[in-house]
């Protein structure tokens, strides 16, 4: 599943996993859930979310779908179980200004650890309301220093992590070379809309010699999209 040794020995190894449609969209453009892929793919999802110590997503993801990021397969959580883990990988947000609902699913749904990643600008007053619910943990001034904060997982004993969406999350992570690998599904379908979300939004590179590149390392048909796997070259803090 890997591909060689993490360039930071100490941080987790990053796998980032999305479906997208044909035109490159995560979602509509009012960031609305779309059903891409399948059963098959889900499961596949499923499957890669169990062998992950942690699964994280900004808290765009968490505002627009209110995933719960649980293990949903009995068979995947018992093998789990059996490798004396919790049943869920731990519950990862990325949420600078600490946004999200006290209700959310992420934080109440399937037993297991959750983190919060917040900045120093995020309210004293929430921060003490999500202690009660998860671990949070100040990773920089204005927004979260995913670098740091991926330190900290590290020394936390998360060795590998899944990443979920959204585009901004992903972006930052690539540009800041914390990225391993990618899986992306390709569907069947056309969403459209020049602001719809995509893999990777953000600011963008603005020179070629800037791009992050990726080794393809396998393609494959499933049901019917396509599921490309891709192996980020080491490159780090790009601009």
């Known amino acids: 599943m890997g591909w060689g040794r993490n360039r930071y020995p100490m941080r987790p190894y990053v796998v980032v996993n999305v479906a997208m449609s044909a035109d490159g969209k995560l979602s509509t453009i009012e960031r609305r859930q779309v059903k891409i892929s399948g059963e098959q793919d889900f499961a596949r999802v499923d499957r890669l979310k169990a062998g992950c110590d942690a699964i994280m997503v ?31 990988p731990v519950r990862v947000v990325i949420d600078s200004a600490a946004r999200i609902p006290t209700d ?24 003490a309301a999500l202690k009660q619910y998860a671990t949070v943990i100040i990773a920089g001034e204005d927004e979260v220093d995913l670098a740091k904060f991926l330190d900290e997982l590290g020394s936390m004993g ?7 969406g959204g585009g901004t999350l992903i972006e930052g992570l690539v540009r800041a070379g914390l990225v391993d690998e990618i899986y992306t599904f390709i569907g069947n379908i056309i969403i459209g809309g020049k602001d719809a979300p995509t893999l ?6 603005l020179t070629e010699s800037s ?11 499933i049901e019917k999209g396509i599921l490309l796997h891709w192996h980020v070259d080491s490159q780090e803090n790009l601009s």
């Open 104 to 127: 959310a699913k992420i934080l109440h749904k399937g037993q297991g650890k959750r983190v919060i990643a917040v900045s120093l600008k995020a309210s004293p007053e929430k921060v």
């Open 158 to 164: 998360i060795q590998r992590l899944m990443v979920e």
């Open 200 to 205: 990777a939004d953000g600011n963008g590179f």
């Open 211 to 221: 791009f992050a590149r990726l080794t393809l390392l396998e393609a494959h048909r």
């Open 58 to 88: 900004g808290i765009g993801t968490v505002l627009a779908d209110d995933p719960s990021l649980t293990v949903k397969g009995e068979e995947c959580r018992e093998n789990r179980r059996r490798r004396g883990m919790d049943e869920h």
